[in-house]
Nanobody, 117 residues
């Protein structure tokens, strides 16, 4: 199972980005998945999660600004981020929770988002 996150970059405050997490070896439709982030000197935190049934949860700091979604056919998880703030600067990771087939967690390599003017 592999997860490949992409879409990070440098963006000005107030701007938008869309992150993608392409998966292989498993199924987006059968798994609970999430986006996490880790800022320098801080612990990794949950940004947003989506269950296999489509139930969604957001961290308090991103509610109303970020949207998690998935495309089962493309086996891809997305995070659409808007109204970005400097405090959103972090490495963003995607995760499969307790994979349906292999019964373990999988993490993708992170993608760096830098919000700065």
């Amino acid at each position: 199972v592999q997860l490949q996150a992409s879409g990070g970059g440098l963006v000005q405050p107030g701007g938008s980005l869309r992150l993608s997490c392409a998966t292989s070896g498993s199924s987006v439709s059968l798994n609970n998945m999430g986006w996490y982030r880790q800022a320098p000197g801080k612990e990794r935190e949950l940004v947003a999660s989506i269950t296999k049934g489509g139930n969604i949860h957001y961290g308090d700091s991103v509610k109303g600004r970020f949207t998690i979604s998935k495309d089962n056919a493309k086996r891809t998880l997305y995070l659409t981020m808007s109204s970005l703030k400097p405090e959103d600067t972090a490495v963003y990771y995607c995760k499969i929770d307790n994979d349906y087939f292999y019964r373990r967690d999988y993490w993708g390599r992170g993608t760096l988002v830098t919000v700065s003017s």
